[in-house]
């Protein structure tokens, strides 16, 4: 994924700070996934929870905010191409009125 993170920048697709923070994301998700000992040691002696239960509720979470992003930007672009599309057909219909 960092690898299509870094092509997607090339083109011009993501801007800067879209590329550092996807590419901090995915070196973030690479170092929980070959985690160190100590880290687990640390939250079991300390907290007395699994490191396992915080990353799925915090890659649970992300999901949900990724999914409203998502929604928001969808919800934006409907109503671009909404507006895009009712002032075309106002073109053509002022047009056969003028006919």
């Not at 990353?55 to 409907?78: P, R």
């Amino acid at each position: 994924m960092a690898y299509i993170t870094i092509i997607n920048y090339k083109k011009k697709v993501l801007n800067k700070i879209e590329f550092l923070i996807w590419n901090l994301i995915w070196l973030g998700i690479i170092f929980l996934s070959v985690r160190p000992k100590f880290l687990d040691e640390y939250f079991n002696k300390n907290y007395n929870v699994d490191i396992f239960y915080i990353i799925t509720i915090l890659s649970i979470v992300s999901l949900l905010i990724f999914s409203y992003f998502n929604m928001l930007k969808i919800k934006i672009i409907e109503k671009k191409i909404d507006t895009i599309i009712r002032a075309e057909s106002l073109k053509e219909v002022i047009k056969k009125i003028k006919e």
